[in-house]
């Protein structure tokens, strides 16, 4: 399977994004997904996830509220619609699957990484 992010950019404080991520591969319904990102100095921390369905979804707590994962089967895609955006939301986003169905929060959990893309938020 390959991943491949995109949708990043440059965006005032409170603006919005929709993150997207194409994957390959039949096998794509079968993965849990997820979004991690990394900020300059800081290790890569999760951000939300989503299983094979669509029908079970996980936040981290500084985002819950604001971002919504969602999933496309038929189009093998993942996105990650952010509202509400924070300077501190600044970061290299990273879009996930997993070799499991289910929701996964964990990094080591995922067998596949897109690329990543950058999001910054302008205060």
């Known amino acids: 399977v390959q991943l491949q992010a995109f949708g990043g950019g440059l965006v005032q404080t409170g603006g919005s994004l929709r993150l997207s991520c194409a994957a390959s591969?039949?096998?794509?319904?079968?993965?849990?997904m997820g979004w991690f990102r990394q900020a300059p100095g800081k290790e890569r921390e999760f951000v939300a996830a989503?299983?094979?369905?669509?029908?079970?979804?996980s936040y981290a707590d500084s985002v819950k509220g604001r971002f919504t994962i969602s999933r496309d089967n038929a189009k093998n895609t993942v996105y990650l619609q952010m509202d509400s955006l924070k300077p501190e939301d600044s970061a290299v986003y990273y879009c996930?699957?997993?070799?499991?169905?289910?929701?996964?929060?964990?990094?080591?959990?995922?067998?596949?990484w897109g690329q990543g893309t950058l999001v910054t938020v302008s205060s």
């Open positions: 996930a699957g997993g070799g499991y169905p289910i929701i996964i929060t964990q990094r080591g959990g995922y067998d596949y």
């Open positions: 989503i299983n094979w369905s669509g029908g079970s979804t």
């Open positions: 591969g039949r096998t794509f319904s079968s993965y849990g």
